[in-house]
């Protein structure tokens, strides 16, 4: 239902009271699929108050969450979640944060981000003795070639890219 047309599940969608009830019932997907259709519109705080039972289970959930919380500038919290995520899901370097990286972009931007970058002035990554800042940081163009930045960088750039969007 989601993969073909998110709309059908939105305000005003076909679905919606459908969908609704499979997020009341705590269907995670279902939820995870409210949360960023809710922080496209209400803000990342609504989408992480939405999301936070879920992590650290669902690996989406939990790398959201982590995501949000750098938008807001709650680098010590995305830094426990990030830690989370590495546990239960999959090392940060690895390529598979990268494609739920890239899947988070398409979801949000089918549930209609805005592109507004309304989190620059909050945006502040972790940096501290698990999760670091990428020294190349500033040596990448992540506009130009995404997958061949260093794996150090990949979730920096997601978390970049993502707060752009909202």
Known sequence: MVNVTPCEIGNYGKFRQFFLKCVEVGNIDAVYYECL??????????????????????????LVVGIFYVCIGEDMKASHVFQQFAVNHVDLRSDA??????????????????????????????????????????????????????????????????????
């Open 37 to 62: 259709h809710r922080s496209t519109s209400l803000g990342v705080e609504v989408g992480i108050k939405f999301l936070e039972p879920n992590v650290p289970t669902h690996g989406l959930s939990t």
């Open 97 to 166: 944060i990268f494609e739920m990286g890239d899947e988070l972009e398409s979801r949000l931007s089918s549930f209609h981000a805005r592109y507004l970058n309304s989190h620059d002035a909050t945006f502040k990554f972790p940096d501290n003795d698990v999760i670091k800042t990428p020294r190349c940081l500033y040596g990448h163009d992540y506009m130009v070639d995404f997958e061949g930045i260093c794996k150090n960088c990949r979730l920096f750039w997601i978390c970049f890219n993502i707060s752009h969007m909202l």
